[in-house]
């Protein structure tokens, strides 16, 4: 089946760094991405990386990619109260019918 | 980045009423909309993949004639909930994807509150 599993809550201390982990099912996916949602509001792309790559750094975020075990996480260096929302990661299985996949989102609270 | 909008923002209405919630993409062309709906501490389930000028492609246990999806230009989309039911209260967000390529970047709207009374 296409199940993204992440875990539903997290919660760190201002300044501590956070990471997100994920797990998604089709190994024929192309993309996979991170997105931010605050509350109220819809899903902003906060980074993406090419399933040929192992990690991608931008900033504060870094993406590690294990293949083999489809697994995916998102580490945040230095964390925020502003850090605070919910993160989804997703995948675009190539081997269907390349739509979006999500996963069910965990929720970040970062703790002053 | 290119921006989304989606309005109404929030829509409080009345059991039996229709509601349309529109979804433009404002500075780009969007061949492909997505429509999703999220319950409350839950994940986006995507309802249906809009294309510009073709009749809309709806996931399975979507019913097409509740949730009426038109796509009539490549920077607007709209649903509308028919005879909504306090059921049908949920967060609907959009997006759209710029260009043909399949794996491109999705660009979200702001989401739309809708609560049936």
């Known amino acids: 089946g296409e199940d993204v599993e992440q875990s539903l809550f997290l919660s760190v201390r201002e300044g501590d760094s956070s990471v997100i982990n994920c797990t998604y099912t089709?190994?024929?996916?192309?993309?996979l991405y991170w997105y931010k949602q605050e509350p109220g509001a819809g899903l902003q792309l906060l980074t993406y990386?090419?399933?040929?790559?192992d990690m991608k750094q931008d900033q504060r975020l870094t993406v590690l990619l294990n293949k083999k075990d489809k697994h995916l996480s998102l580490r945040i260096a230095d964390t925020q109260t502003g850090d605070s929302a919910i993160y989804f990661c997703?995948?675009?299985?190539?081997?269907?019918?390349?739509?979006?996949?999500f996963g069910t989102g965990t929720r970040l609270k970062v703790l002053a | 980045g290119a921006v989304v909008s989606q309005h109404p923002s929030w829509v409080i209405c009345k059991s039996g009423t229709s509601v349309k919630i529109e979804c433009r993409s404002l500075d780009f062309q969007a061949t492909t909309m997505f429509w999703y709906r999220q319950f409350p501490k839950q994940s986006l389930m995507l309802m249906a993949t809009s294309n510009e000028g073709s009749k809309a492609t709806y996931e399975q246990g979507v019913e097409k004639d509740k949730f009426l999806i038109n796509h009539a230009s490549l920077t607007l989309s709209t649903l509308t909930v028919t005879s909504a039911h306090p059921e049908d209260s949920s967060f609907y967000i959009c997006?759209?994807?710029?260009?043909?390529?399949?794996?491109?970047?999705?660009?979200f709207g702001e989401g739309s509150r809708l609560t049936v009374l």
């Open positions: 990386i090419f399933s040929n790559m």
């Open positions: 997006s759209a994807r710029a260009g043909t390529e399949i794996t491109g970047e999705l660009f």
């Open positions: 089709d190994s024929s996916s192309t993309y």
């Open positions: 997703a995948e675009i299985p190539t081997s269907g019918t390349y739509k979006y996949i």
